[in-house]
């Protein structure tokens, strides 16, 4: 725990050390299930950092435990997060295989959180590969569930997602629409995302009124 709380703080190497004592510890008891909790989240510190072959060895490990002791939920959230290395790395087709595979598990556990999570992620890589109708899908399965949820910070995510596909479609009036609706809920979480959309939307305006200009130019030029 003192481990997870340095982690969230961004204090990396504290983390580590704290996880590594940890670890040391669950090894001696024999706990699989703390043995594998610790190596998944030394995974995440090392993905965070883009030491991606540490994290997904670190992540292969956890798995092979977490298979062993026919745990469920830890097989799901960590295939999920080797999907998520593969997918930062363009390995799209290894990622896609990877998330489908744990959506069936969090399916099977009726995990609605990492179902509309991994949606969202599938939705992401989708829309990195220009299968914007199919990212749109995925990205409206996982809003369904998050607003099941009343995770208003997660509805926001795929809002904004949803924004940035619009807006690659030149949907620009669309596009905006999702990007204020996701502002606001940011704003009022007083969420660090906020900044980004803002950006989102100062970019998108900007991109509007040039494009109006344009207009007026050609229809002076024509008269």
Not at 119 to 141: D, P
Not at 172 to 194: M, N, W
């Amino acid at each position: 725990q003192l481990g997870t709380i340095h982690q969230d703080q961004g204090n990396y190497e504290e983390a580590v050390k704290l996880y590594n004592q940890s670890l040391r510890t669950f090894e001696e008891l024999g706990d699989k299930s703390g043995i594998a909790s610790t190596l998944g989240q030394l995974g995440n510190i090392h993905s965070h950092q883009g030491n991606y072959e540490e994290a997904v060895k670190l992540y292969n490990q956890s798995l092979r435990i977490t298979e062993e002791i026919g745990d469920k939920s830890g097989i799901a959230s960590t295939l999920h997060q080797l999907g998520t290395i593969h997918s930062h790395q363009g390995n799209y087709e290894e990622a896609v295989k990877l998330y489908n595979q744990s959506l069936r598990t969090f399916e099977e556990l009726g995990d609605k959180r990492g179902i509309a999570s991994t949606l969202h992620q599938l939705g992401n890589i989708h829309s990195h590969q220009g299968n914007y109708e199919e990212a749109v899908k995925l990205y409206n399965q996982s809003l369904k569930i998050k607003e099941e949820l009343g995770d208003k910070g997660l509805i926001a995510t795929t809002l904004a997602q949803l924004g940035t596909i619009h807006e690659e479609k030149e949907e620009h009036e669309l596009a905006l629409q999702f990007y204020f609706t996701a502002f606001k809920v940011f704003d009022i979480l007083g969420s660090p995302y906020r900044e980004l959309v803002q950006k989102n939307i100062e970019r998108l305006e900007g991109k509007m009124r040039e494009k109006e200009e344009k207009k007026k130019k050609k229809w002076w030029k024509i008269f």
